[in-house]
């Protein structure tokens, strides 16, 4: 069974940063996709980042020169650097794992942009 652990919310003020954790653990297919997604209250959850592995980050355009996705395949880890945060960016981050055809979510951690 998969499990996803996410790490490293909070509340922070505008301009601030936040790094996000989130390790994976179970018996994960060695391609796969893993990212960040969001979802404010009343909306959608939307793509934040994700990396193949092997390859480079894709951003969200709101969070491009901001946020800074990376990964580490040795400890099936994926890390989301957050700076120059804003009001908007206030959700919920779930860590997000695709392999061998399955998506699987960590349980979310709560990110608060306000002064």
């Known amino acids: 069974q998969v499990q996803l652990v996410e790490s490293g919310g909070g509340l922070v003020q505008p301009g601030g940063s936040l790094r996000l954790s989130c390790a994976a653990s179970?018996?994960?297919?060695?391609?796969?996709?893993m990212g960040w997604y969001r979802q404010a209250p009343g909306k959608q959850r939307e793509l934040v980042a994700r990396?193949?592995?092997?390859?480079?980050?894709n951003y969200a355009d709101a969070v491009k020169g901001r946020f800074t996705a990376s990964r580490d395949n040795a400890k099936n880890a994926v890390y989301l650097q957050m700076n120059s945060l804003k009001p908007e960016d206030t959700a919920v981050y779930y860590c997000?794992?695709?392999?061998?055809?399955?998506?699987?979510w960590g349980q979310g951690t709560q990110v608060t942009v306000s002064s």
């Open positions: 997000n794992l695709v392999a061998d055809t399955r998506i699987y």
């Open positions: 179970g018996n994960i297919f060695r391609l796969n996709v």
């Open positions: 990396i193949i592995s092997g390859g480079s980050p």
